[in-house]
């Protein structure tokens, strides 16, 4: 069974402009969550979604946002970059998402902004 | 204001003795903690769980206890071996979450020397 995937591995884009990023759940995995990793903050929960539906949110600004489509794969955007913005985003699947669920993550975009 | 914290950034331990990795958290209604671990380039990988009904959960060289009373958790890996090495995060999930939304630790990086 093919692991979560996540396109681009790597990203550089410049201060202002705006980035998309894709993740592809494993097959059967209707819950995609998203989280960003930095030196400074750690590992934090962007956005979880569910049957094309966000069903949860954390404290990011509106910059951050997500869609997830009808096969369950999933896209976030983050738009008018900024320089700490620049992270690893990691995307995780899961069957339904509840909370004793195992979630299995992909191995994450490393964007740098300049 | 971290919820979930590892306060020792990194471990460096014996091959063949034990690994003892530490992570507290101040919310109290977190019920269900894993332990997650990761190697450069890839994303964490489920290691183990435990809810707080119960207090100690075992998987091979793995186990992971649970002091409620003392908001503290601890993961065991006996014997530690050197693929072992890597950095380890605690997370932490809360009763009233409907789906996934982690918080996790700020991560204990594990050396294993042979």
């Known amino acids: 069974k093919a692991g979560v995937t996540q396109t681009p591995r790597y990203l550089i884009k410049t201060r202002g402009q705006q980035v998309t990023l894709s993740c592809s759940p494993i097959?059967?995995?209707?819950?995609v969550s998203w989280y960003q990793q930095t030196p400074g903050q750690g590992l934090q929960f962007l956005f979880e979604?569910?049957?094309?539906?966000?069903?949860n949110k954390g404290n990011f600004p509106g910059r951050f946002s997500g869609r997830q489509f009808s096969n369950s794969r999933s896209e976030m955007n983050v738009s008018t970059l900024e320089l700490g913005d620049s992270a690893l985003y990691l995307c995780?699947?899961?069957?339904?998402?509840?909370?004793?669920?195992?979630?299995?993550f992909g191995p994450g975009t490393r964007l740098l902004v300049l | 204001d971290q919820q979930v914290k590892q306060n020792s950034p990194s471990l460096s331990v014996q091959e063949g003795r034990i690994s003892i990795l530490n992570c507290d958290y101040t919310?109290?209604?977190?019920?269900?903690f894993l332990w997650y671990k990761k190697y450069p380039a890839e994303g964490p990988t489920f290691l183990i769980s435990?809810?707080?009904?119960?207090d100690k959960n075992e998987d091979g060289r793995f186990t992971v206890f649970l002091n409620k009373s003392a908001k503290h958790l601890s993961l065991h890996i006996v014997p530690s071996q050197p693929g072992d090495s890597a950095v380890y995060f605690c997370?932490?999930?809360?009763?009233?979450?409907?789906?996934?939304?982690?918080?996790f630790g700020g991560g204990t990086r594990l050396m294993v020397k042979p």
């Open positions: 435990i809810s707080s009904i119960k």
């Open positions: 097959s059967g995995h209707r819950s």
């Open positions: 979604y569910f049957s094309e539906t966000q069903r």
């Open positions: 995780a699947s899961s069957f339904t998402g509840t909370k004793q669920e195992t979630q299995y």
């Open positions: 997370a932490a999930s809360a009763l009233r979450n409907a789906g996934n939304m982690l918080t």
């Open positions: 919310n109290s209604m977190f019920d269900y």
